[in-house]
DNA sequence: CCAAAAGTGTTGACTGTACACCCATGT
DNA sequence: ACATGGGTGTACAGTCAACACTTTTGG
């Protein structure tokens, strides 16, 4: 048993939803390789640092936000994915509501910019691969978790709700259905608040009854 | 963007099915830490090796095995784990039916052993919690793949396939029920051979009809 | 008063679950 | 002949999917 160190980056597929799509966070790479390229926001480990960590420090750094949904996506090891040789990524996804992002304006080089995932540019390195991979696991994460409080503000219509279980899973889905369903859930619960402004009926106010992330029996 | 190097390391859960237990292979360490503790087989990387090479490296090592089912479990991070330092761990977990299995008998100091889930000894570093998950995510892989089908010999009765569904998943399930539901799926055959020489009526042996991963609509 | 989205129940189809007896063999 | 697991069908309950109209507001 040999032992070698190895290089090791970390890259972030951060989702929000934005005027009815999903969009996922890019940054226009200042360096070689792929200088000027779009790509995932991420990079080299620090120092002794943990992926979690390094995941968490890029979401604060390119998008102004913490204590959001962050999960471990998959380990991508070999060749063939970055000209610079053998490079291991450990890949994470976040979700975050769209209200909490603040994306520094500084930051003029990088640009960070959600981009819809239906019409993404060419991409870096395999980021392509990785946020497709991203996304069928929200897919899936959708059906037998709560995780959609994640992408949510704190308080939303049904409509709201309904749509982010559309457009992530690309079908629509019945009104009175699904709000039968969620409710038998006991996820959220109504407020006294409703949305008024629009010219329309207003809207009762809901909100997650918890922030935790939690599996569920069954769902969609 | 500085570039560091990390040690890292890969950690493989073995699980096979034997003597009607769901059982996990552990070596003896013949080195420190936890000398002499029974721990997953593992170690670090080679000098530019992948993770998933230094799995498949370490079943045909350990268990004389090879063309089975590995799949990418968790990379574990941090302090805590290791008395050496902050070291990554790539883990990985595979599924072999115990006819292939060949345990290199020259290993008189590792002795590999199969040891089942519902009692193992104490085991080293932090490889209780990684078995832990490895179990979950089997149990949940069974609901909605065919992975059984590599814990199976090519050719299988019912009652083998449903006591490997009953003893991952810890319930009795109904034997017409499962049956049926089974057969729907079209994942087996029925061959022309059938079991005899047990002192009942010989059972049907079956086979599946492919040998690759796939998805399932629903399951169990 | 018109347009637009909010909100609300019922029915039929389907799926899942519970359950008991005869069959083919080895001893 | 008997003990052992192999093999088979039905009925009821629960879940899922389809579907249309009234309500409340803003303009």
Avoid: C
């Avoid at 063939?80 to 994306?103: C, H, M, N, Q, W």
């Amino acid at each position: 048993m040999k032992k070698h160190y190895q290089p090791v980056t970390t890259d972030v597929v951060i989702f929000t939803i934005e005027d009815g799509q999903l969009k996922v966070l890019l940054i226009k790479r200042a360096n070689e390789p792929f200088k000027d390229q779009w790509a995932l926001p991420g990079g080299f480990l620090f120092e002794d640092e943990e992926p979690e960590h390094a995941a968490v420090r890029i979401l604060k750094d390119k998008a102004g936000i913490k204590n959001v949904y962050v999960e471990q996506l998959y380990t991508f090891g070999g060749s063939g994915r970055d000209p610079r040789g053998k490079i291991i990524t450990v890949s994470y996804f976040a979700l975050v509501p769209k209200e909490k992002i603040k994306i520094s304006v500084s930051d003029k080089i990088q640009t960070p910019t959600f981009r819809s995932v239906k019409k993404l540019p060419d991409i870096a390195f395999d980021h392509n691969r990785i946020i497709t991979y991203a996304l069928k696991r929200l897919q899936s994460k959708l059906e037998y978790t709560n995780v959609v409080y994640s992408l949510l503000p704190r308080y939303f219509t049904f409509n709201q709700l309904q749509n982010a279980y559309e457009i992530i899973s690309g079908r629509k889905l019945d009104k009175r259905n699904f709000r039968k369903k969620f409710m038998l859930l006991k996820l959220i619960k109504a407020t006294k608040k409703v949305l008024k402004g629009e010219r329309q009926r207003p809207a009762k106010l809901y909100e997650f009854t918890h922030h935790k992330p939690a599996e569920l029996k069954k769902f969609f």
